[in-house]
């Protein structure tokens, strides 16, 4: 159970392109998504938690209007990197909790690769 | 000071070795705690959660120590497979950079 789907996987794409990541919950809904971004060798750093039906709340530092976040439906959030550059380039993961509950794990998805040219 | 402290590593163990890593966390409200494994290049996988009386779960003990603020992980006989980054996450949040543990044969 807890299966969370990250599409795509891995994309190379040229300087000013926008890419759409989607993370989907498989077997359960998931009020609450959020999103990171691991560069190497270093931690996960939350961008920004996505709740279904509102606006998503960002952490300090990341641009809301570069990195779009839709969370249209309990089992589906979105993140477009608008006009990426190469310093956009990096690992992007999605993570979803089962319920409401603060002791609840959460669960990764793949995970994205993302290559700016 | 970062919310969680890891200890990066590298640990280099032979295989049956026993390896065990703290993780201190700065935000004394945190009231859950995980590990993760993250394999290279991969997302991020629950290991176990981490219980205040202490939990086990096969080869891996997870300890809380509300006192000193730190959370370990304790891997009895070593394998191969157990080479990996381990992430501690302390409730909201916050992940630890990681600890590598490699183990040699």
């Given at each position: 159970g807890a299966?969370?789907?990250?599409?795509?996987?891995?994309v190379i794409c040229k300087s000013g392109t926008s890419v759409k990541i989607e993370c989907r919950s498989l077997d359960f809904q998931a009020t609450t998504m959020f999103w990171y971004r691991q560069f190497p060798k270093q931690s996960l750093m939350l961008m920004a938690t996505?709740?279904?039906?509102?606006?998503?709340?960002?952490?300090?530092?990341v641009e809301k209007d570069k990195f779009l976040i839709n969370h249209a439906s309990l089992t589906l959030s979105t993140l477009t990197v608008t006009s990426a550059h190469p310093e956009d380039s990096s690992f992007y993961i999605c993570s979803a909790v089962e319920g409401v509950e603060d002791n609840q794990p959460q669960h990764f998805g793949d995970g994205t690769r993302l290559s700016i040219l | 000071r970062k919310e969680v402290e890891q200890d990066p590593g590298p640990f280099n163990v032979p295989e049956g070795a026993t390896v065990?890593?703290?993780?201190?966390?700065?935000?004394?409200?945190?009231?859950?705690?995980?590990?993760?494994?993250?394999?290279?290049?991969?997302?991020?996988?629950?290991?176990?959660?981490?219980y205040s009386s202490g939990?086990?779960?096969?080869?891996?003990?997870?300890?809380?120590?509300?006192?000193?603020?730190?959370?370990?992980?304790?891997?009895?006989?070593?394998?191969?497979?157990?080479s990996a980054t381990y992430l501690c996450v302390a409730y909201k949040l916050s992940f630890g950079a990681g600890t590598t543990v490699t183990v040699r044969a």
């Open positions: 299966v969370v789907s990250q599409h795509p996987s891995w996505s709740n279904e039906g509102s606006k998503a709340t960002y952490e300090q530092g | 065990a890593f703290n993780c201190t966390y700065s935000n004394s409200a945190s009231q859950s705690f995980f590990w993760y494994r993250q394999d290279c290049r991969k997302e991020p996988k629950l290991l176990m959660s981490v939990n086990e779960d096969g080869r891996f003990t997870a300890q809380l120590n509300r006192a000193s603020q730190y959370i370990s992980l304790l891997i009895r006989d070593s394998k191969l497979s157990d």
